[in-house]
Structure formats: structure tokens, C-alpha cells
């Protein structure tokens, strides 16, 4: 139950303090900031890859509702079956900040599930990087106003 | 569109011919509540209505069930269950009241000494009253983990509320009833033009849930409230919602709508907490 | 506020289908508070790391697009009885670890 004092000094200080405290002899990339507050969905991921451009494939599956019951929290899992998978991101084109999360897959199997915000309708984009090279898929989620739940 | 709106303004009128009638007996009306939602929603089974509007939207059920399988209010009843069996200062627990944590399906209860209605949440405030304990707020936090715990620990127990014949009993539950059917507010909607009537129909884009199972699941962890919330809290928000003033939570009008609306829903299993939009 | 974290892993065949539930705000900064119209601060995980023994077998950045007590599934090469540990930070310094063992 113990409150942690926050850090007021630079943010990026206080985070590698805390990694060094709680992930001790880690060897990991850092946080990609500019990617994730980048507004634009091309230019988060050039921030976060070095470029924006990726292959249509058919070999990335996503499930997410066709409509969200509730923008605040949007199930949306992605699996592929491309082999040697780095990393798995998911990008909401429609959102403020269209960089949602990142996944780097260190030999885990290409399997990923959370769940997400959606400030409006927008396309799902599924970013599955693997040798090198970027695949994509996409899947609309429509988000409405509710009568009563929204 | 414009089929929708006719829809609803059809069915609102006849909803005037649709409702319980006045003078029947709790009995009577259950069965007559029970079977509307039955002949309405023929493919949805009697025991799948306390999955509220889940039961009848296939689409939204997937959502639903995919949060379930790791819902949000896990670490809440978590803390539930620490908060239930930690002592009280004067060394008394919650089960020196209830026995059981698993009581949920249980309450609302009429009491005869007092000629009141017993909610859960008021229950757990008396409990700690009588250790000498701070009461806690009704609408949602600690007592909504605490009755978190308690409804998953009721989980699959059979709603069996009771109405004595008393006429205090009955006075609390016509009075929910009556709450229950009365337009109020500045849209001058009734509980029962959308849960009723309108069950199944859309609003807007919202699909309108069966009534038949709205008080198994409590409390309800809502995307909307990123949070837990008791009955009350809920009530107020659909009076909020049809521009009606709401009640304080643990009024005797929301007790009695309570008491009404949960023994509608008795013979279904407690389901409680879960998630909804 | 407590900082819980809920861990389940299963063992099906060698692979663990980890699921890893955390208590956090999630809030992306863009928010208003409805009582005092002020903007309430940024305070979202930005970092999730899972652990698998001390090998790590996922890194997940992220910001606060995902929902308030966030959810995440994923799947590994594994076998039943080892640990999986599961670590985060958030933008403003704080943390939590918390362990399970693989069923």
C-alpha cells in the first residue's frame, strides 16, 4: 500500500531510475517517445521503424468487434503466422496519437491480445515487423455515441 | 431511421397497454414479467437472461466475453476479499454479520422488526456500525469491492428474494413498481419505456437490455465508469439520463426499485460482478 | 492505491498462453477533469516486461491509448512450473513486479 513519491525531476531520469530498480541488468531498447506522440499514423511509424512503408498480407489475423461496445476499452487481438516475428504494433489511424502499443517479441510465439481506446470509427492497422521488413493489415472499428452506455 | 423512430413511438403508446397491472400480487407479476421477456426473446434461454442485453445481441456478446475472460474487476475482488476478512478494530469481521461472504443473491431482504428493506451495501454499513466502524460510501470504491467479493462468491447461488405478507413489504414493493412505470423527468421517460417496451429496440446506437435480469450481475464494472458501481449508482445514472433528478443512493424510493426489480429477476443465477459498456 | 497485477499462465503442449491483468489509470493526458475543467496529467504504463525464468520472452511499449487497467495476452515457448514474471514502469516513475508460476 505504499505510495511511491513521484519523481519531479526529468522524466527521463525517474525512468531509467525505475527500470535500473525493477528490471535489473536489462538489455533493452528504449522507450520510442517520438512514436507515440506522434499524431500522424505514417509518421509514428517512421518514428518508430525508420519508415512508413509495409506489404498488404494476408498473413496477419486480427479480431476486433466490427462495432466497439464502448471506445474506452476495445478488444483487439493480433496473430501471424510470419515466421521470425520482431515485433507486433498496433496502430488506431483515428486516434489523436495513433501509435497504441508496441510489442517486441524476443522468440515469443506471433500471438498478441489487449485491449485498446478508440476515440472515433477508424481502421485497426496491425504492423507486424519480421525480417526487417514491415506487414500490415487493417480491420474498421466502428465507434458510436450509446443512448445510455456511451 | 425513420422506421426506428416509428418503432419507438408505436411502442411507446402501446406501452401504455402493456405494463403490469396494478393490483396483482408480486406472484402474478413475476410470472407475467418473466414470460414478456420470454415470448419477446424466444431463442434466448430463460437461465441466459442475467447476461443482460448481452442475451439477446450476439455482436456484443463477443465483446463482452472476451472481456470477461480477464475482467477488470478481478483485482477488485481481490481486494474484496482482503477488505471482508480483515477484523474490524474491536477485533469483529463481517462474517460475525453475514456468515458467509456469499449472500448476494439473498439480498434485498424485508426486515419485519424495522419494517425497512435490507439492501447488501446497507447491510455491510450496519455490520460496520455495529463494530464501531466508519460508514463506508454507497455508491462505489471500497464497498463495491467488498460486495464485488461477495457476489463472486455467490456466483451460481439462485436469486430467491422474498416478499413476506406484510403490507409494509408489500407497500416497499409497489412502491418500486410504481417507480418502475412512472414517467419521469424532463424526456418524461418511465424504466419501463426502454427495459420493457422497448426491449431489444435500438437507441440510437445502443440496443435497449431485456429487464429481465438487470439485478443478477451487481456491482458492474462499466467501460463508462472505469470502475465498479453498486445498484443505486446506476439508478441514479438512468434518472440522470431522462433528465430526472436523481434519489440518494439508499433512499427508501431506490430500496424499494431495488426490491421490486431484483425479485422480477428471482429463479436466475447470481452473476455477479461482471462487465458492461 | 494498491498496484495489483493478476498473472495467469497455462502450459498447453510448450506453449504458455500467458494473461497478465494490471490495476493502472491509463490516462493520456488529453482528459479534462469534468469538475474543475482542468487537464488531468499523463500517467499510462509506457513499459511492460515479461520474463519467463530471467529470460525475456516479451517487451511491450506502450502509451495511453490503452484502456485503464490494462490487459495483455500473449504466448511463448514454455513448460509447466517456471516462473513468469511480469514487470512495469509508468511515465511518472512508478512500478510494480509481480511473479506466477506457469500451470
Redesign the interface.
Known sequence: MKRRTLLKTSLAASVVMAVGSVIPGRVMAAYPKAAFENKDAAGALNDMFGTSDYAESGDIKIKA??????G????V?VSSSIANIESISIVVSGNPTPMIASFNMHGSEGFVST?IKMGKTSDVLAVVKAGGSLHATRQEVKV??????? | MRKTIYTIVVSLITSMIGTLALASTPTEDLKAFQQYYMDRFPDTPKSDFNNGVYSIDA??R???E??E????Y??DI??GEELYHKPFANGGTYNDCFGEPGVRHLYPQFDSETGKIVTLESAINDCRKAAGEKKLKYKKGTIAELTAYMAYESRGNVFDIKIPNDPRALAHYNRGKRHWYSKRGQLNMACAD?HWTNAGN?????R?GPAFGHMTHFPKY???W?NLGTPHRRFA??NS?VRAKPFKAQSDEYKALEYFLTYMGNGLEANGPAT?? | M?K?T?I?AKEKDGIVIA???M?HPMETGLRKDKKTGKKIPAHFIQEVIAKAGDKTVLEAFWAGGVS??P?M?FKYKGAKGEMLTISWIDNQGGSASKSAKVK
Open positions: 468487434p466490427e462495432i466497439a461496445e464502448n474506452a476499452v476495445v478488444p487481438q485491449r458510436t455515441i450509446g443512448g445510455c452506455g456511451g | 455482436a456484443a463477443e465483446t463482452f472476451s472481456i475472460e480477464f475482467a477488470p478481478e483485482i481481490e481486494k426502454c435500438m437507441l440510437r446506437a445502443e435497449l462499466r467501460a463508462k472505469g445514472g438512468c439520463q458492461r459498456k | 494498491a495489483k493478476k495467469r494473461k497478465v491483468l490495476s485503464k487497467n490487459y495476452s
